[in-house]
């Protein structure tokens, strides 16, 4: 299973930019087209996009690393960044070798590639955000890849990028060209569930929530009426981190159930976008949240706790309910470590009394791979995109080799495409075997799965505790089904390139959100939601409304 963190910065905060750069040898010499390795691999790459470059080329990248990656390396004996199975495979059947310029950690490496980006000195192909790829696309300094993509992109890969719809091309278009070959990210990955200590539930008699006033009652009992049933007021209901936002122990999940979307552009009633943030549902949302601060129920420190503080409290048993994406399980995993007795579900977020639950969902794709404007193999790229998916998820497939093993090998990878629905695909052929008896339905993914599930349920190993909490016939992927099936997923409507004023305006509009909501939650007039519905229009919100309906008008 891939795991959602790996682009969030610090582990369990804010998503972040992964970013890779690649440049390729510039070399004399010709460059021609050699014939792939025997077997079975002549006739699944026959494509030109699987065909390989005799003399091999040189792909030179600079890397983020950090304590994860170096982790990895260390169950990986006889591999580093530099050589390992994915350099070795890329070299042996494109002809491509892969080095790093540089590598560098966290603040470092966003410095370094930043002052890359602002003197125009960028390699042969550079990872941006939307926004560095309409500026590098603006300063000619990258080119055009529609004619690349359409030929060296196997039907594989076109169908797998293609799984999110149009959006994620269409961010990376500027003036009808396509400028940037999107690194696509899954959009359900990021449905939120109800994960709840059902030892506490069952404690004190209380039942899981079906809507927002039962999960409020619960949060309660879990704070005041001892849970854990050791004489002290030490716990509370609800998780919540300094980033209202976390894809575990976030917020997101909470204000949908005032049907409330403060990150994404939804469409009114009118038929016009509209920011999420400003909207009235929000404000009510606050007020709730204001009172359980004020009552106990979300600790009085968690502006100073980060994700991983916060996880921390939850392996100590302190905390009862967190909203999160469907890993959440690997998160509150260590209090079950910490107590034999703890145990964990995962439950359907849950509305306001007579009302239906939509989840939302962000438009995830927010990095874009340009290649320089002059190098003569822009194709390079893409090859390298056909044969990630093709040895992990096409018909000469190793998944065990490269991608889980059961560590994380596709991390190795500069670059790392994945399909969209593979995850909820998986759940969805365990679910079958589970109904049939049939396991021949399993494909790679889903029998790797299958088997560590099998370990904790026959062999208690431990490993395969949160597998089942999330791919189990009660786990976060069946309630994911159920979602998708009832139509209660609600997809961000905005996913164009960033406009001009989001360029400009955009990170201060965002601070004056999260200020604001962090003010009215401990304590601030609620009031103040509506003067900060005024300042964002002020500062740049009401241009970014009016150019985002152009764009949904020219979609029409």
């Not at 792909?59 to 350099?87: A, I, K, M």
């Not at 909470?254 to 038929?271: K, R, V």
Request: charged residues 25%; aromatic residues 12%.
């Amino acid at each position: 299973m891939r795991m959602p963190f790996k682009r969030m910065v610090g582990l369990a905060t804010a998503a972040a930019s992964f970013v890779l750069l690649l440049t390729a040898c510039r070399g004399d010499g010709d460059v021609r087209e050699a014939p792939p390795p025997s077997g079975i691999e002549e006739t699944a790459y026959a494509h030109p996009g699987l065909s390989r470059y005799d003399p091999p080329v040189e792909l030179s990248f600079v890397r983020e690393t950090g304590d994860n990656l170096y982790g990895l390396l260390d169950h990986l004996p006889g591999e580093t960044l530099e050589d390992n199975r994915w350099t070795r495979l890329y070299e042996r059947v494109l002809g491509v070798r892969i080095t790093y310029e540089w590598t560098a950690k966290g603040d470092l490496y966003r410095q370094k590639l930043g002052a890359a980006l602002a003197s125009g000195d960028i390699p042969d192909v550079v990872t941006v955000d939307a926004q560095q790829l309409r500026q590098l696309s603006e300063a000619g300094l990258i080119q055009e890849l529609t004619d690349v993509y359409e030929q060296y992109a196997t039907p594989f890969t076109k169908e797998i990028l293609g799984q999110e719809g149009p959006g994620p091309f269409e961010a990376a278009t500027i003036d009808g060209k396509l400028m940037g070959i999107p690194e696509t990210l899954s959009s359900i990955e990021g449905a939120e569930f109800l994960w709840i200590r059902t030892d506490w539930l069952k404690r004190l008699g209380l039942k899981p929530p079906r809507t927002m006033e039962d999960l409020l009652t619960i949060s309660k009992a879990f704070t005041e009426n001892d849970p854990d049933g050791n004489g002290e007021h030490d716990t509370f209901g609800l998780a919540v981190t300094q980033y209202l936002w976390d894809p575990v122990k976030g917020l997101t999940g909470f204000m949908a159930g005032f049907h409330a979307y403060p990150n994404l552009w939804i469409e009114d009633d009118a038929g016009r976008l509209v920011y999420g943030a400003v909207q009235p549902e929000v404000k009510t949302a606050l007020q709730v949240l204001q009172e359980m601060y004020r009552d106990g129920q979300i600790d009085s420190e968690f502006v100073f706790k980060d994700g991983i503080k916060v996880r921390d409290q939850i392996a100590a048993g302190k905390i009862g309910m967190t909203y999160g994406q469907q890993w959440a399980s690997f998160d509150v995993q260590a209090s079950c470590t910490n107590d034999p007795e703890a145990e964990w579900g995962a439950f359907p977020i849950v509305a306001v009394a007579g009302t239906e639950v939509k989840v939302p969902l962000r438009f995830p794709t927010y990095q874009f791979l340009a290649v320089r404007k002059g190098y003569e193999h822009p194709e390079a790229i893409v090859k390298l995109f056909n044969l990630h998916l093709e040895k992990n998820w096409g018909e000469t497939a190793e998944y065990e080799t490269y991608y889980s093993t059961p560590y994380p090998a596709w991390q190795l990878s500069p670059v790392t495409p994945f399909p969209a629905h593979k995850n909820l695909e998986a759940y969805r052929q365990l679910e079958e075997a589970r109904r049939t008896g049939d396991m021949s339905v399993l494909k790679d993914e889903a029998r790797s799965i299958y088997r560590k599930i099998e370990a904790y349920l026959q062999q208690n190993d431990e490993t395969g505790w949160g597998w089942e909490k999330t791919y189990g016939p009660d786990g976060a992927f069946a309630i994911l089904d159920q979602y998708e099936k009832n139509g209660q997923l609600l997809y961000e409507r905005f996913y164009g390139a960033p406009t001009e004023t989001m360029i400009e305006r955009l990170s201060i509009l965002e601070n004056l959100k999260n200020d604001t909501f962090i003010s009215i939650i401990l304590g601030s007039p609620i009031d103040e939601f509506d003067r900060f519905v005024e300042e964002w229009h002020r500062l740049g919100g009401r241009e970014i409304t009016e150019e985002v309906n152009r764009w949904h008008a020219a979609r029409r």
